[in-house]
């Protein structure tokens, strides 16, 4: 069971940073974090054909970092902000673990200028 969870933990973060990895997804995450806006709003910066672009704008959906809603003719995206969560979750603990270990290497430095101070 956890093992299980562990696993779907995993595959959705492998999901979320593959959809942060693409230079036009992550510019498409920047221009939504100031608010929604038009499938063809976002794809007018883009030098790319339009079924190109609704590839992204599909993973970004996929990964749901996005959502998107169609009213008449017209699709609109908006980020979910709580996918962010996890990802800025894992990076805490990854950053925890890094600040221990760099703080026991500092601490094992230091020990060794000491000895060697002291000879």
């Not at 996890?86 to 500092?106: F, H, K, N, P």
């Amino acid at each position: 069971m956890i093992l299980s969870l562990m696993e779907n933990y995993s595959e959705q973060l492998d999901g979320l940073f593959q959809a942060l990895a693409d230079p036009t997804r992550r510019a498409v995450l920047v221009r939504l974090g100031t608010g929604p806006a038009s499938i063809s709003d976002l794809a007018a910066p883009f030098d790319m054909a339009l079924p190109s672009f609704m590839k992204h704008i599909r993973f970004l959906e996929e990964s749901g970092l996005i959502r998107t809603e169609k009213e008449g003719r017209v699709r609109t995206c908006s980020l979910q902000r709580s996918r962010f969560a996890m990802v800025e979750g894992w990076l805490s603990e990854q950053r925890a673990i890094w600040d221990g270990r760099t703080d026991r290497l500092e601490q094992f430095v230091l020990a060794k200028q000491d000895r060697e101070k002291g000879k």
